[in-house]
């Protein structure tokens, strides 16, 4: 389980996110390096995480043209990235456009359909009608008609979005803590159990393992408690 583990590294600094991802290394799968760290690590930083032995979720979540789209999603499959997101609020012919520059590369496109930190009435201010949770499977069917392989969903949106894009697509799901863990600034979390035994296939967690005493222990419990609900999910419990 534990390479279905992908670390977030919310930092700005690449000399530490290089320290958590040499601690880690080998206790995970994955280390996410998003907006506020890439500009600064940028592509090397992402060599240095191969190289120590981690795959990269590039976590830009593109949106723009398709053929910039399509652009960037090639360069990111170029540095070997296991993970890239787009939103798919970006519309069909840029998700037709992403899920191509992939296509036969190692990289894996992710959707993202609508985040977390928007509900419906944020919604009906942007001009949609839709409830957010129509709208998540609404863009989800429109990303997996279009090629996109997979989706970053919340943890509650799993069993919905699994429901919708069967079993071969990737579910990446963050919110999720141990029983105990600190919820921070999180509003709606899930434990590692449930969200596996939901269907997930990969979980983003950040501070629960960067800043607990032991990393490598906080992985190993956040890796058993998955072991667990993987199981208690093919079951059916
Ligand atoms: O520290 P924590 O486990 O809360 O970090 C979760 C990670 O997942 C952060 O990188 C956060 O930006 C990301 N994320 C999230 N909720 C979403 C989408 C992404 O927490 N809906």
Known sequence: MKERIIVALDTDSPDSALTVVQTLAGEVGMFKVGMEL?????PDLVRKIRAAGGDVFLDLKFHDIPNTVGG????????????????????????????????????????????????????SEIGFSSSAADMVLRLAR????EGIGGFVCSAREVPAVRKLVGKQAVLVTPGVRLPGDAVLDQKRVVTPFEAMRNGADYLVVGRPITKAADPAAAARRFADDMRSGREAGSRGA
């Open 72 to 123: 960037a999603v090639r360069t990111a499959a170029a540095l070997g990235v296991r993970f890239a997101t787009v939103h798919a609020s970006g519309g069909k012919e840029m998700l037709a456009r992403a899920a191509e520059a992939a296509r036969g590369t190692g990289t894996t496109v992710l959707a993202v359909t609508v985040l977390t930190s928007l509900d419906d009435s944020d919604l």
């Open 38 to 42: 890439f500009p600064r690590g940028g």
């Open 142 to 145: 429109m990303a997996m008609e």
